[in-house]
């Protein structure tokens, strides 16, 4: 799917089934919360945190699921369009990244 389509499948999700979008602030809350809950995975699955009892049905790609649908959402509400965005993050990156990661002693 490409990222256009994503964006709206989500609008026509949010206007039919979820009435309407959660506003910029409170989407950006949610935002946190969600990227929170991928961490607390990452830092049980990857890291040195323990699970508990209650962390046994978690599910790291539902959860970064949630993270690109709020972020999503937020995309619509203020008019950004995510392919056109990551292009240009991409090349701003490949301009600004050319030789620094090659010349990184701590990559090789």
């Known amino acids: 799917m490409e990222l256009k389509d994503a964006q709206q499948?989500?609008?026509?999700?949010i206007k039919t089934t979820g009435i309407r979008y959660f506003n910029e602030l409170t989407n950006t809350a949610i935002l946190m919360e969600e990227v929170g809950e991928v961490a607390r995975i990452m830092a049980r699955e990857y890291g040195e945190q323990s699970y508990k009892k209650s962390d046994t049905e978690v599910d790291l790609a539902?959860?970064?699921?949630?993270?690109l649908f709020?972020?999503?959402?937020l995309a619509n509400q203020t008019g950004i369009d995510l392919s056109e965005a990551l292009l240009k993050n991409l090349q701003k990156k490949s301009i600004r990244d050319a030789d620094r990661h090659k010349n990184n002693e701590k990559l090789k």
């Open 62 to 67: 539902d959860e970064m699921a949630d993270v």
């Open 70 to 73: 709020v972020l999503i959402c």
């Open 9 to 13: 499948l989500v609008d026509e999700w």
